[in-house]
Structure formats: structure tokens, C-alpha cells
């Protein structure tokens, strides 16, 4: 079943707030230009080349923990960094393909640290819809998603607020189609309405490491997940507790992918949540 879906009007309507209530996510059509998107591609492919792959061999993976051990992903809450695919990386530590194919994504400050993504991110008209769902919306993390043909890895289900946590919680993803995804190239996946259940795992620093702990053992609801098809320049809000999947990329096209989350500044933020900024670089707003 695909997602319900709204067109981008400029304006947060009560049926689009009801839906987002109802579902756990929103989907807004044509929320970014396709001129925008291709820019954003385009700054994302300039940052590659600038990658010194030959130094940072960390592969980004949702089935196994090696990159938690790992300081370059450890650090990487506010910096600009770089994780491979892991078939991207033979068994000897050799890429088996050009970067620009070798890398699962970026992150996680690119929204303060790289001028494009940071005019993107704090865009007025996101602005308004962050201001309508958070009360004082924080820019926390930003990822881009390469989803590269071939090779783009599963992303297992998950609720974000496992990564990105307050009390009480209060995570919100802004996930935008560059390129169109759908289910042929590892598009998303989610569980409508489950985002009223509980935060199942947590995701945070113990001494030195990173662990994920189960907080809770309640199973996904038996709900059919649906389909968030997104065609190029669409926008899908998700709730932080909501489930969601997206299947490996076997088929010829990319499927790239810019994603922002906030959280609400007026709630705590542990201190032993994996993602810490630099002293000098405070998590900002719009
Ligand atoms: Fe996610």
C-alpha cells in the first residue's frame, strides 16, 4: 500500500497536522525544486572529492556495531564526515569501486558546517512547518544518503528517537527525496500509527564505546507497513518513534537522500547520548 500523500501549498494545513498525528509521518510532494535537488547533489559529489578515503575506512552498517567502536564515527556529531558501503570494502580494506560508489553517507553536521546544506536546512518555509510540530526547534544532525546502485545496504527497522533522544522525546525527521525512491531502488517503509508505541532500544556512549540497550521488548505491530514512495523533491516528515525500513538498493539507480532532524530545545538531552557536538559549535535553531 503506498503512503497518503500532499501536495506543497506553502501553507501547514489542519488536515496535513491530522495526518502527521495519525500516521507517524507526512508526505509533501514537490516540497523542493528539482533545480535545488540537483544542487544539493551536486555540493554532495564536490564534498566526496575532497575525501581522503584512503585514511578513513569506516564502513556504516545498521546490522553490525563496528563503526560504534570506531572514533571517526564516534566524533562525527559535528563534523562533516564520510562511511562507506560495506561491499565497498574487500576483505583486504581496498575499495571495490570509485568513492563517488563507495560512500553509504555523510554526516552529521553538514546543516552547520557546509554553506549549501546550511541555507537549505534553515530554509523560512521549514522553518514554519519545524515551528509547527516542535516548540523550539533545534537543528541536531543531518545526514546525506547515498543509496548507491548495487550496493546500497538495508536499513533495518528503526525509530530515530533511538539515536537521537530527549526527555520527553521529541525527534522529528525531514527526509528529502533527491532522486525518486521507490521500491525497486530502496525506498522507505513504515508502520502507520506506530509511532504511539514505546522507544524500543537507546543507542548510547558507555566509557569509551557506543551500545544500543533494549528499553523496551514490544514487537512492531502487525499493521501492513506502507510504502513512502518519493518522487524527486519530496519532503516526508517522521515522527522519532516511528518504525521504518528501507531494503537494500539492488537495482541500476541511486537513490540519494538529504535527511535533517530537530529535537525541541526546551527538553533535556542526555549526556550519554552517542551524538556530542564540539564545545564551539552549540546545536542552533532556524
Ligand atoms: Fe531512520
Redesign the pocket.
Known sequence: MLARRFPATGVFTAAMRDAFVEDGYLLIEDFVAPAMCDRLIARANELVEGFDAESHRTVFSTSSVAHAADRYFQESGGEIRFFLEEEAVDTAGNLTRPKNLAVNKIGHALHDLDPVFSEFSRQPRLADLARGLVKDPLLLQSMYIFKQPGIGGE?SW???ST?LYTEPMSCI?FWFALEDADSSNGGMLAIPGAHRGPLRKRFRRVGDGLVTQTLDETPWPKTPPVALDARKGSLVI?DGLLP?YSSANRSPRSRHAY?LHVIDGTTDYPADNWLRRREHLPLRGF
Open positions: 536499513v528503526h525509530q530515530d539515536y525527521g517522521l521504518h535527511a
